[in-house]
């Protein structure tokens, strides 16, 4: 037992720091002493954990820095910043000072302009051009462990170079090199809009006067000018801006940010066009270019309409913060182009406001603030947001896709109006409900039409079947149950429909005749359960028979009626895919699109409409000629707002159509030459509009057919009046339109300015104020408001109104009571 | 296996115990600005991402509820670093990175070797900074010197004034002292 090892012997031994014949002597021991074995391995487990620690922490021994040793413990516990440890796997994606670049054949690279998580982007010049390219790039270190990487990288650059347009970052090459794949795109100097956004922000704007405002964001300078004038992709922003104040209120600024967006939505537009969503707008990938341009980058997440695969329909990719409702609740939603609407008009908000729409940091409170949340008005954060282009933005912003824009063109169009300071089309989103007792009425007519049709098709149908007999009951009890209806006899027309409705329960007429009528039923009553049976009757018919026309569009007039407009679209598109040439799904489409203020579609659907039925009367039904009428009479409407010369044309023919005998078509002369300049046009407009009174039936039948035609006229004869200066006759017709239930605020306003003008400033100021407390709330925030009431598309416009309330408040002399 | 410290996590709740609160910050912050900076963040935002989690642990740490069969707190540390640096990417670098990339970083294979190799080494420097607060000075310096310098024992025993007996029971006591910490804090992974 004297042979037995102490401690310091077994140390030694386990350290290898002893020769070799007492190792020899001791491996002896250790073989035959169980004493001195257990202790040996004690000891060795010991060291063996020892081993451990030592190894883990042995990049931390040479910690330089104390700050981060924890001061709890007092210091001197290992600690670290090196993450050389860790460099293996992050090695592509983190800077470091070693970096050694691809070789990729015909491009020299320079150095690195960005990074994302996918790959760098460098600065190189393409060698047999010699011209300077941003070159994105996809190390083949990350591709091998993430293919799905190289398809989404592939995908990107296919995508992208399939469009060519100036305000699309182009695409000159792509292709692999055996250190990656790599993309050469057009080099261009510049900062994304997130940068200028965060640099506005960072003055405090959002909290400064509106003068102070003014005054930084007139710096014209400040938007044009980049640090980095040498080719670099990501501009420094200058280092200082100046407060010098140019221009009022911040205007240059918020021109300036509306080009942009009016140009981005235009780029946008061109990309849908090829089939492309972008799926990840945000201020972020807008490119401010040094030339002033704005540029889309990253066509990274877009999704090809031919192309399912590689992103998951529903699956969450781009960035939250800018994505539509539609994008973050999608599960297996098919995304459509109204997406990267919405992410331009949230990026607009951010314009606008330097700041979020929405204001949520967690994640999660974002989605659902995306999901449920308005955002505030632009101008409760900054009041001098012009109100057009807080309408324009709140509108692409709608929650629900068929409230936005239905094209990013559509956008361009109304910031393009706000640029040439023309009204624009967007209504604010309270007002889309509103409109509905306005669009409600616009009905009968169109109903008529399809009663008369179907009665005409009904003696064709009975020869196709064999059961003659059932088919003239049936044909009888249409024909009666027809009658009804148009005589509001709504129980007995509904007897007779649902008794034909036992002979031959799929009876496409029946079916299609009797929803109509519970439309018109609703339009008297009121009841929505009327709605949904007319709805459930036109899908029995349209079951019946998918690919007739007139159900169809029947069922297009009902969502309208029951205000879903786009649901109301889709179904008059289906009935144009049906028959492209059906005159009346156009004029509905046409009309829903301006109801909706989308007036260049509409104008377009109107145009077609008027093509399918033609300019001649011969040979046309006089039956039919009404609705011909009412094409001509609607495209007329739109063009007159929208102040095409063509108007003129439209009118004659609608009249000639009508043999002069259409009081809303001679209401709507009236209006167009009221539109023009001149004493010759204003008396011709008060004759036109007088005649029109006389041919319209007198107020009464309004809540029937709803038209509108007798107060419009006297409103127009009262506005010539006053042009021609003849203060008496206008004030007359002012009350002949108050009585005929005119929209008071006109009326009024003619009366203060025809009672100004006579001296009587009392009296004046009076109508001055009933005008302004009976002032339209459509046209508070909303520069037009278009109705359809089931005659003639209308238009009522906030300058017609503010001009008159100028004039009175001129007169008046007194410019302090706020409309 | 995986029983971060129950003691720790349970105390951190208390929110009365700051010392409590104190070694946890020390323990957890730099493992996730180190984790952040691993996952290529400069150091600058890997502060902030450090400083977030911290924040959101500080609010959360309350409700905690620890249970070694349920969840395990590496886990639900390493999802909440995670969510941080996605959303300072997308919030702060949005030209270079996309929630897509992100998608497909999160979705590579588990186990995440930097998470788990920080993990360790965090919880060790942790688990000897507190040793060496316990004990005498001299067995840890013994311990530094012998175990993690191999400083030869005489060099040991001449510096600190020790016999090579007392230097390595210091090695002893400090190894079974910090074992006893590691298994209770990470599990026996050595």
Redesign the interface.
């Known amino acids: 037992m004297e042979d037995c090892l102490n401690?310091?012997q077994l140390?030694?031994y386990a350290r290898g720091?002893l020769d070799r014949t007492t190792v020899r002597h001791l491996k002896g021991h250790l073989a035959s002493c169980a004493r001195c074995k257990t202790a040996y391995d004690v000891l060795r487990r010991?060291n063996?954990?020892?081993a451990?620690?030592?190894g883990?922490?042995a990049a931390?021994?040479s910690s330089p820095t104390q700050t981060?040793t924890?001061?709890?413990?007092?210091g001197?516990?290992?600690?670290?910043?090196d993450?050389s440890?860790?460099a293996d796997?992050?090695a592509t994606?983190?800077?470091g000072p070693r970096e050694r670049f691809p070789e990729i054949e015909g491009y020299q690279i320079k150095r690195v302009v960005?990074?994302?998580?996918?790959g760098v982007v460098y600065e190189a010049v393409q060698q047999k051009l010699n011209r300077p390219v941003a070159l994105k790039f996809l190390p083949a270190l990350v591709s091998s462990?993430?293919p799905?990487?190289v398809t989404?990288f592939k995908r990107e650059a296919a995508a992208a170079a399939r469009l060519h347009h100036t305000n699309i970052i182009p695409i000159y090459d792509f292709g692999e090199s055996p250190d990656g794949y790599y993309y050469a795109m057009e080099l261009i100097s510049g900062q994304?809009l997130?940068a200028v956004i965060k640099r506005l922000a960072g003055m405090d704007i959002h909290l400064a006067t509106s003068g102070s405002l003014a005054a930084i964001l007139t710096e014209p300078d400040v938007f044009t000018r980049t640090g980095a004038g040498n080719g670099t992709a990501?501009g420094e922003p200058p280092s200082t801006v100046s407060g010098s104040s140019t221009g009022a209120k911040g205007r240059v600024y918020y021109r300036q940010a509306a080009r942009w967006m009016a140009d981005a939505a235009e780029a946008l537009h061109y990309a849908h066009l090829q089939g492309m969503i972008h799926r990840?707008i945000?201020?972020?990938?807008l490119m401010l270019c040094t030339d002033g341009r704005i540029m889309i980058?990253?066509f990274?997440?877009v999704k090809t309409t031919d192309e399912h695969s590689v992103?998951a329909t529903g699956?969450?990719?781009?960035?939250?913060?800018y994505m539509s409702p539609e994008q973050v609740g999608a599960k297996r939603i098919t995304l459509d182009s109204r997406t990267d609407v919405y992410s331009l008009g949230a990026t607009m908000y951010e314009l606008l406001t330097f700041q979020p729409a929405l204001p949520a940091t967690e994640?999660s409170e974002l989605l659902s603030q995306i999901l449920f949340k308005e955002p505030t008005p632009p101008r409760k954060v900054i009041p001098s947001v012009p109100v057009d282009l807080q309408t324009i933005c709140l509108k692409a912003m709608e929650k629900s896709p068929s409230a936005r824009y239905q094209t990013a063109k559509a956008m361009a169009t109304d910031l393009n109006s706000y640029l040439q300071d023309l009204a624009i089309v967007a209504r604010r989103p309270s007002f889309v409900r509103r409109t509905g007792k306005f669009v409600r009425r616009r009905r009968l007519e169109a109903i008529t039409a399809l009663a008369l049709v179907f009665l005409a098709v009904a003696a064709l149908l009975g020869w196709r079947y064999n059961m003659e007999t059932r088919r003239r009951e049936i044909d009888g009890l249409v024909k009666g149950g027809v009658e009804h209806w148009q005589q509001y006899e709504w129980t007995a027309a509904e007897r007779d429909f649902q008794q034909a409705l036992r002979s031959d329960p799929h009876d496409y007429r029946v079916l299609v005749n009797f929803a109509n009528m519970c439309g018109d039923q609703y339009l008297v009553q009121k009841d929505r359960a009327l709605l949904r049976k007319e709805e459930e009757l036109l899908n029995r018919a349209i079951q019946v028979a998918p690919r007739r026309k007139e159900a169809w569009n029947a069922r297009g007039v009902l969502y309208q009626v029951w205000l879903r407009p786009a649901d109301a679209i889709t179904a008059f598109e289906k009935v144009i895919a049906l028959d492209p040439n059906y005159y009346a799904a156009w004029v509905n489409l046409g009309t829903t699109q301006a109801v909706q203020r989308d007036l260049a579609e509409a104008e377009r659907c109107l145009l077609r409409g008027t093509e399918c039925v033609g300019d001649k009367a011969e040979g046309v039904p006089p039956e039919a000629r009404p609705y011909h009428v009412m094409a001509w009479r609607r495209l007329a409407a739109v063009q007159i707002y929208l102040g095409r010369s063509e108007a003129e044309h439209s009118l004659a023919v609608a009249r000639r159509l009508s043999d002069s005998k259409d009081p809303p078509t001679l209401v709507l002369s009236a209006v167009y030459q009221l539109a023009q300049p001149g004493e010759a046009e204003a008396t011709e407009a008060v004759d036109l509009a007088v005649s029109a009174a006389v041919v319209s039936q007198p107020s009464g039948t309004e809540g029937r057919d709803g038209d509108q035609s007798l107060p419009r006229a006297k409103r127009a004869v009262a506005l010539g009046a006053l042009r021609l200066r003849q203060w008496e006759r206008a004030a007359r017709a002012a009350e002949e339109a108050l009585a005929a239930k005119d929209e008071p605020s006109y009326a009024h306003l003619v009366l203060a300015v025809a009672a100004g003008q006579r001296g009587d400033l009392v009296a004046a100021r009076e109508h001055l104020r009933t005008a302004e407390t009976t002032w339209p709330d459509e046209l508070r925030h909303a520069p037009f408001h278009a109705t359809d009431d089931g005659k003639s598309l209308w238009f009522d416009t906030a300058a017609e109104l503010e001009a008159l309330q100028a004039e009175a408040r001129r007169l008046v002399g007194d410019a302090s009571t706020q409309p | 296996m995986e029983t971060t410290s129950a003691t720790l996590l349970g105390r951190v709740r208390d929110v009365r115990d700051g010392d409590a609160w104190r070694e946890f910050f020390a323990l957890y912050f730099p493992l996730i600005r180190k984790y952040a900076r691993a996952r290529g963040l400069h150091a600058d935002d890997a502060e902030e991402v450090a400083q977030e989690c911290m924040k959101l642990l500080a609010q959360h740490m309350r409700r905690f509820r620890y249970s070694p069969n349920r969840g395990r707190f590496r886990g639900y540390l390493r999802t909440l670093v995670q969510h941080q640096i996605a959303s300072l990417w997308r919030r702060k670098r949005p030209r270079q990175a996309r929630a897509g990339d992100f998608e497909a970083w999160a979705a590579a294979p588990a186990p995440d070797a930097p998470w788990e190799r920080l993990w360790l080494r965090e919880h060790l420097v942790y688990c000897v900074a507190r040793l060496e607060l316990r004990c005498a000075d001299h067995t840890v310096q013994a311990f530094r010197l012998y175990v993690l310098q191999d400083w030869p024992v005489e060099r040991v025993c001449e510096t600190l004034g020790l016999s090579a007996n007392q230097v390595y029971l210091a090695k002893t006591r400090m190894i079974r002292r910090l074992r006893e910490e590691v298994t209770q804090l990470v599990g026996d992974v050595l």
């Open positions: 401690r310091d140390e030694r720091q010991e063996k954990f020892a451990g620690v030592k883990i922490l931390s021994d981060e924890p001061r709890a413990f007092g001197g516990a290992p600690t670290s910043t993450i440890l860790l796997e992050s994606i983190r800077t960005g990074r994302g998580g996918m462990a993430h799905e990487l989404r994304p997130s990501a990840d945000k201020p972020g990938n980058l990253d990274g997440l992103t699956s969450l990719v781009g960035t939250y913060r994640q």
